[in-house]
């Protein structure tokens, strides 16, 4: 099981850390991602982490804003989000996939994911 946590109502420019934990999976044979889903749209990509960490990659509209980390040894997956703007505001959702080339299949898009974790809402005021 995956459960994400952190969301909440924020006023443009602020910062939120998003956390998602697993709690019966060793999530280092993973590549994690986090996609968000604004109401009335597809969920999209944000976010992409290999399994050792050492790669990542980031949509274009959350560049320099966001940054996604992990911590193998705690089982948990980190995104902190700086500079919020309103088009933000979004379900953020974790994911895992362990099949081979996941991290190339993750950044194309949120089809296959082997595990996802519940939501959890950003809410960005302007």
């Known amino acids: 099981q995956l459960q994400a946590s952190g969301g909440g109502l924020v006023q443009a420019g602020g910062s939120l850390r998003l956390s998602c934990a697993a709690s019966?999976?060793?999530?280092?044979?993973?590549?994690m991602g986090w996609f968000r889903q604004a109401p009335g749209k597809e969920r999209e990509i944000v976010a992409v982490i290999s399994r050792g960490g050492g790669n990542t990659h980031y949509t274009d509209s959350v560049k320099g804003r966001f940054t996604i980390s992990r911590d193998n040894t705690k089982n948990t997956m980190d995104l902190q989000i700086h500079g919020l703007k309103p088009e933000d505001t979004a379900v953020y959702y974790c994911?895992?996939?362990?099949?081979?080339?996941?991290?190339?299949?993750?950044?194309?898009?949120?089809?296959?994911?082997?595990?996802w974790g519940k939501g959890t809402l950003v809410t960005v005021s302007s």
């Open positions: 019966e999976r060793t999530l280092s044979r993973y590549t």
């Open positions: 994911a895992a996939d362990q099949k081979y080339r996941s991290y190339d299949y993750m950044i194309k898009g949120p089809s296959g994911m082997d595990y």
